[in-house]
């Protein structure tokens, strides 16, 4: 992309809290059936008490032109030294530029926190659309000893099979 779209689409992709009237557009993009294979699947329960800021849970709207067009879902496990969690992502129109432009913004707002020394995720093996957006905005596999990784998996959760961790630390970030 070049930096001209770049800039023009920072300014039209905007997050914001989700709210309890934003379920019913969450759920119908989760679970559409382009998406469900993509992504795991949440109760309406399960995304309200994200909202509700439960655990350590946020939840936010993808907006892009003022209207909702995906969402992300994160964890702050930073309390326990396992960084921010990006547990979900998803976007309805891809491949426009709106998932990137959405976790850029995230990311600006994770590392906002002096709490907070990287930002990680989950990635299926076989989600190379997702991978090559990760890897260009710095995010790097993630190998850990077991120890370590259980107390990832205890934070957050385990990777599914054919699944792997990608991280991105502060210094990185700024670099980017
Ligand atoms: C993954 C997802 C959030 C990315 O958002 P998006 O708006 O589609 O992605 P973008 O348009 O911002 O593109 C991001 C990059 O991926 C690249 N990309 C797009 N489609 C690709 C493909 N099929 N294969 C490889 N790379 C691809 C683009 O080249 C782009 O890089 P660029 O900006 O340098 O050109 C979105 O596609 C989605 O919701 N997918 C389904 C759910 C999912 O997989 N979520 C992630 C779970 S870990």
């Known amino acids: 992309m070049v930096p001209g779209q770049q800039a023009a689409l920072t300014t039209a992709v905007r997050l914001r809290p989700s709210r309890p009237e934003d379920l019913r557009f969450v759920t119908a ?80 707002r994770a590392f906002a ?3 907070v020394s990287f930002v990680w995720l989950i990635v299926r093996g076989e989600n190379v659309r997702a991978q090559a957006l990760y890897a260009s905005l710095g995010f790097e596999r993630l ?13 957050a959760e385990p990777p599914m099979a054919e699944a792997f961790r990608m991280c991105l630390d502060r210094g990185r970030h700024l670099r980017a």
């Open 29 to 108: 993009l989760e679970r559409h059936p382009d998406n469900c294979e993509l992504i795991g699947q949440w109760s309406d329960a399960e995304h309200l008490a994200a909202m509700a800021g439960s655990r350590g849970r946020s939840h936010w709207i993808v907006e892009r032109d003022g209207e909702p067009a995906g969402y992300l879902i994160a964890y702050d496990c930073s309390g326990v030294g396992t960084g921010v969690y990006v547990k979900r992502l998803l976007v309805a129109d891809k491949g426009r530029g709106t998932g990137r432009a959405a976790l850029a913004q995230f990311l600006e």
């Open 143 to 155: 190998e850990l000893a077991s120890e370590q990784a259980e107390r990832f998996d205890r934070a």
């Open 113 to 115: 926190s002096a709490q």
